[in-house]
């Protein structure tokens, strides 16, 4: 009976353990660093496949930031919602660039219409409307449905035959596949996969962070004088 009870014991621990280090390794992930003034991986390639900002790449702040955050991301992801308020707390005290690119990697129905609206809106409004879109679904993640997706298009002006017109566009799907390919292959296994580029050199990535841990990131950064 004590060995038993001893086995369980041990066996409820271990469980424990697991659970929570699963959500703090969700919720608080570790950084990686690949420059040479930073801790080395062991290979300086992991972020080469990282392609440099572009006219179709949506962003918020000063584009001539010496830093610039790359958060590849999915508009259904709880953790991207998480961390959106944090990384746009970063745009508002003028301490990073900050450029929105698609990362899909279990592509559901819902992702895909979410990200494709976002194209939509962009195309429609302008950068700044993608934004205000991006941050209204992550503000109210919960609510958030496909009737909600509607409403709020059409209470920014877009009539509902022109965005399914434009819900059309393969090219958009191409955008976000390319876009979900190219994180992929820098072995991103989670939603959000966070580059930091520093004078146009990515220089570190990270996942999920509250505002305290980019926070920290950026200072770091700053401190080291990459």
């Known amino acids: 009976m004590k060995k038993s009870v001893l086995v369980s014991v041990v066996i409820a621990i271990c469980v424990i353990i697991a659970v929570l280090g699963y959500t703090k390794s969700a919720l608080f992930s570790p950084i990686f660093y690949i420059s040479e003034k930073f801790n080395i991986l062991g290979t300086q390639t992991v972020l080469k496949g990282v392609r440099n900002i572009s006219k179709e790449d949506h962003y ?21 919602a998480a961390t959106q308020q944090g990384l746009e707390r970063l745009v508002k005290e003028k301490k990073v660039n900050l450029v929105y690119r698609h990362l899909l990697p279990q592509q559901t129905k819902d992702s895909l219409l979410r990200a ?9 409004k302008g950068r700044t409307f993608f934004w205000d879109y991006v941050n209204y679904i992550f503000n109210n993640f919960k609510k958030i449905n496909e009737s909600e997706v509607e409403r709020y298009y059409l209470s920014i002006g877009i009539q509902k035959k022109d965005m399914n017109t434009c819900l059309q566009n393969n090219d958009f799907d191409k955008k976000i596949a390319s876009q979900t390919k190219e994180a992929t292959s820098l072995f991103a296994h989670g939603t959000p996969f966070i ?16 505002y305290r841990g980019l926070q920290k990131i950026i200072d770091d950064i700053n401190k080291k004088n990459i």
């Open 116 to 124: 494709k609206v976002g194209e939509c809106i962009a195309q429609f």
């Open 60 to 80: 918020i702040g000063d584009p001539k930031s010496r830093i610039t955050v790359i958060e590849y991301s999915d508009l259904s992801c709880f953790f991207c």
């Open 195 to 210: 580059v930091y580029f520093v004078d146009g050199f990515p220089v570190q990535f990270s996942y999920s962070q509250p």
